[in-house]
């Protein structure tokens, strides 16, 4: 996401709970990271960065955990992409998306078409995934265990 969205010319903010994936994210081009252990605040943070106004977009990978701050941080009209349910549970009104006409969609797959586009602007812009580890394929149980951890920054491959 990180990637994309820089290529398509955004000021990108990054939170994480680990220095060293905030230190991975500034290299990648992020111009703004936040432990949020250290600021539990976060949409403040994001609110600040943006003069009050929130931010465009948000990649929301916390579900219900993070959800309420997300839009919370994200500006009238906003959108976001709901990708993940990784912070468990947490209290949800809707109260927001009605009073700040938010966009929220569940991003799961795409069409062939966004694929083949996708695919293109990667290409022509000579993107490369970030790849944290590599597992054989007699490595399965191993890569899913680290992949249950947490601890990666970007992808894990598997290879058959």
Do not use: C
Not at 102 to 126: C, P
Request: glycine share 10%; net charge neutral.
């Amino acid at each position: 996401a990180l990637q994309l969205a820089k290529l398509a010319g955004a000021r990108v903010f990054i939170t994480s709970s680990s220095d060293e994936k905030l230190e991975h994210a500034r290299a990648l081009g992020a111009d703004e990271t936040l432990n949020y252990l250290e600021r539990q605040d976060w949409d403040n943070w994001a609110l600040d960065l943006t003069n009050k106004r929130g931010v465009d977009h948000v990649i929301e990978i916390g579900g219900a955990g993070t959800l309420q701050r997300s839009m919370r941080a994200t500006r009238m009209g906003g959108h976001i992409a709901v990708i993940g349910v990784i912070a468990g549970k947490g209290e949800y009104s809707h109260t927001p998306i009605f009073m700040k006409a938010l966009r929220m969609i569940g991003v799961f797959v795409g069409s062939r078409d966004m694929f083949e586009d996708m695919n293109r602007a990667i290409e022509e812009s000579k993107m490369r995934p970030v790849i944290d580890r590599t597992f054989a394929f007699d490595e399965a149980r191993e890569a899913l265990k680290f992949m249950k951890e947490g601890s990666h920054f970007g992808k894990i491959v598997i290879t058959i």
